[in-house]
């Protein structure tokens, strides 16, 4: 197989990543990832490797990388793409090559995103530090959206592709499309129904328009918007820290298990297809866990009785 063969069929993988659900936003970025490796390839056939691509084009691609001191977590989300494109022309019969076996991608250091504490969370968004000199429109919008981030544990991804049926407020649910076209329904806090009630009131009823956040000019709100309405809401309110929709999400997850301590119930709120992202994902309180293993473990009890 030569460059030529392994660059054509890029569109029809991306159809099919399409037809599975597949948001535009993760589409697009494996379509930047593979035409990437495509230039790399390039490169590395030019220099010194020959026209038939093997497993030494990934490896020399692989170096690269590491040579342009990309994060590890960088260099595995890219290796991921090659991998599953590796696959689909297997499956496909384009190829009966494993290119990528053996290929080991730097490890990732476990890290874990910032939560805030719900004080200050409470006071960021109160009504009372609601600043009456802006557009109500554009300060009810934002206010419902970040309630939805912080109480409903929503991607910001999920907030841009709500529709106003998704919201049943008399219920208190919240319809949500996820990743991988996965749906789920989640509780709505009731700061959340107040904030979208309070929207919708000044939400302009615009023909043929069903998303539930839309600009001024009456388009659908984009993500990067509303990283940016709320990176300047946290400015403009004085926050101690920059703040963005991960955080949110971060600081339900890890505020809902330290009071719960149920792990799968935080899990199926956020969507997570397997629990280990969901334990990477939130911070365990474990002085809990320990007391809680101190207090019903059979060993741990017969312990503490010899004592």
Same mark, same amino acid.
């Given at each position: 197989m030569n460059i030529n063969q392994f660059k054509e069929p890029l569109e029809n993988f991306l159809q099919e990543l399409k037809f599975n659900g597949m948001s535009i936003h993760t589409q697009n970025a494996y379509r930047r990832d593979l035409v990437e490796l495509f230039d790399f390839i390039d490169l590395a056939q030019k220099s010194s490797l020959g026209e038939e691509i093997d497993k030494s084009n990934f490896t020399w691609a692989l170096k690269r990388l590491s040579f342009q001191n990309r994060h590890p977590s960088t260099i595995s989300r890219k290796v991921s793409v090659w991998r599953k494109y &590796? +696959?689909?022309l297997i499956e496909n019969n384009l190829t009966d090559k494993d290119f990528l076996t053996g290929i080991k991608v730097p490890k990732i250091p476990a890290r874990l995103p910032k939560a805030i504490n719900a004080e200050d969370l409470n006071h960021l968004f109160d009504d009372n530090n609601i600043d009456d000199n802006r557009d109500p429109f554009l300060t009810k919008r934002e206010q419902a959206m970040f309630e939805l981030m912080y109480g409903s544990g929503l991607r910001v991804s999920e907030v841009e592709s709500l529709n106003l049926k998704d919201i049943e407020l008399d219920s208190g649910w919240v319809t949500v499309k996820g990743k991988g076209a996965k749906t789920r329904q989640i509780p709505l806090t009731d700061k959340s129904i107040d904030?979208?009630?309070?929207?919708l009131k000044l939400r302009p009823e615009i023909e043929n328009q069903d998303a539930l956040f839309i600009s001024r000019l009456g &388009? +659908?709100?984009?993500n990067r918007r509303i990283q940016q309405n709320l990176n300047e809401w946290a400015i403009r309110h004085q926050a101690m820290q920059h703040l963005s929709p991960h955080m949110l999400r971060h600081s339900f997850a890890t505020q809902l298990l330290q009071n719960s301590q149920?792990?799968?119930?935080?899990?199926?709120?956020l969507g997570h297809s397997q629990l280990s992202t969901t334990q990477i994902y939130t911070k365990l309180d474990f002085d809990h866990l320990a007391n809680v293993y101190d207090h019903t473990h059979?060993?741990?009890?017969?312990?503490?009785d010899e004592d």
């Open positions: &590796n +696959r689909y904030a979208v009630k309070s929207y &388009n +659908r709100i984009t149920n792990i799968r119930a935080v899990q199926e709120l059979p060993r741990a009890k017969k312990k503490k």
